[in-house]
């Protein structure tokens, strides 16, 4: 098996092991003429989420909470078809299995502090309000004939 473009890093000095990643190749649909019943062109990249090492193990627990939807056993699985190559395909899956890790191994955002209006913006908002009122109501027929 040829080594890959590169580590894929998920973020910061974490990137996905080449060890722990499972490939399979099938023929893809699409256009492609006759070579796409000779190539085995589409690309299925699973990772054991559940029994990895190359994760904190805070990192690991928060993406199998958040990726729980679409884990099947505690793997999850990426699938790449939208190159002819084989090998565009593959650096695709990689790519985008990275992605997916980074945005579920994330942390959570900071909680919204609470914030007041502040007085001169809610009396504008009144005024102007006000303001509006009386145009409309100035525009009833009453006093047009």
């Given at each position: 098996m040829v080594a890959m473009s590169g580590p894929h890093v998920?973020?910061?000095s974490v990137s996905l092991p080449e060890a722990e990643l499972m490939w399979r190749f099938s023929r893809s649909s699409g256009p492609g003429g006759q070579h796409v019943n000779t190539t085995d062109s589409q690309v299925e990249l699973r990772f054991d989420l559940?029994?990895?090492?190359?994760?904190?193990?805070v990192w690991r627990a928060r993406a199998l909470e958040r990726l729980a939807g679409r884990l099947a056993d505690g793997v999850i699985t990426v699938r790449a078809s939208e190159h002819r190559s084989q090998w565009r395909n593959r650096e695709a899956a990689a790519v985008r299995l990275a992605?997916?890790?980074a945005e579920a191994t994330a942390p959570p955002?900071?909680?919204r502090r609470p914030t007041r209006?502040?007085?001169g913006i809610n009396e504008r908002r009144l005024r102007e309000k006000k303001q509006r009122a009386e145009t409309k109501r100035g525009r009833?027929?009453?006093?047009?004939q």
């Amino acid at each position: 098996m040829v080594a890959m473009s590169g580590p894929h890093v998920i973020r910061g000095s974490v990137s996905l092991p080449e060890a722990e990643l499972m490939w399979r190749f099938s023929r893809s649909s699409g256009p492609g003429g006759q070579h796409v019943n000779t190539t085995d062109s589409q690309v299925e990249l699973r990772f054991d989420l559940a029994s990895t090492k190359a994760l904190p193990e805070v990192w690991r627990a928060r993406a199998l909470e958040r990726l729980a939807g679409r884990l099947a056993d505690g793997v999850i699985t990426v699938r790449a078809s939208e190159h002819r190559s084989q090998w565009r395909n593959r650096e695709a899956a990689a790519v985008r299995l990275a992605a997916l890790l980074a945005e579920a191994t994330a942390p959570p955002p900071r909680p919204r502090r609470p914030t007041r209006i502040p007085r001169g913006i809610n009396e504008r908002r009144l005024r102007e309000k006000k303001q509006r009122a009386e145009t409309k109501r100035g525009r009833t027929g009453r006093d047009w004939q």
